[in-house]
């Protein structure tokens, strides 16, 4: 008997997963739609919105005088500071698609993207 760790279905399997991500990376990046709206909400609470296209700075008021700092630049949000200690949410990057979002854990913070609605139905894709 042989006693390959690597045998050819192994690689069979690799090669299909990794079609498999790249197809679901493609269709998410290209696929997905641009927001329109910044929504803030601090533990639980909208907060503020702003308009996706208009660029601004704005200081969040976050939990227990916690602060973090947003920025709304060339249609893209991000968070630039933050008083948490493992700043994982500044280094989370740019968003600007819809259903994106950045999250200050120890701050209670979110930052959404939401998407362009044309009229006020609570339907989403899979109920559409």
């Known amino acids: 008997m042989d006693n390959k760790t690597f045998k050819k279905n192994d690689l069979i399997l690799i090669i299909c997963l990794a079609l498999a991500s790249a197809v679901m ?3 998410i990046t290209f696929f997905s ?12 609470k909208t907060v503020k919105s702003f ?19 947003l920025e709304i630049k060339d249609g893209k949000a991000h968070l630039t500071d933050a ?10 990057g740019y968003i600007s698609k819809e259903g994106q ?17 044309k009229d006020n139905n609570n339907f989403d894709t899979i109920s559409e």
């Not at 979002?101 to 609605?117: A, D, H, R």
């Open 83 to 92: 008083s948490c200690p493992d700043k994982l949410c500044v280094n989370m």
């Open 51 to 69: 308009p996706l296209d208009t660029d601004t700075t704005y200081n969040i008021g976050g939990f227990h005088g916690s602060t973090n700092i």
């Open 101 to 117: 979002s950045i999250i200050c854990l120890p701050n209670k913070v979110v930052v959404e993207i939401k998407g362009k609605t």
């Open 33 to 44: 739609k641009d927001g329109a709206t910044v929504v803030i909400s601090v533990d639980g």
């Open 25 to 27: 990376l493609i269709g």
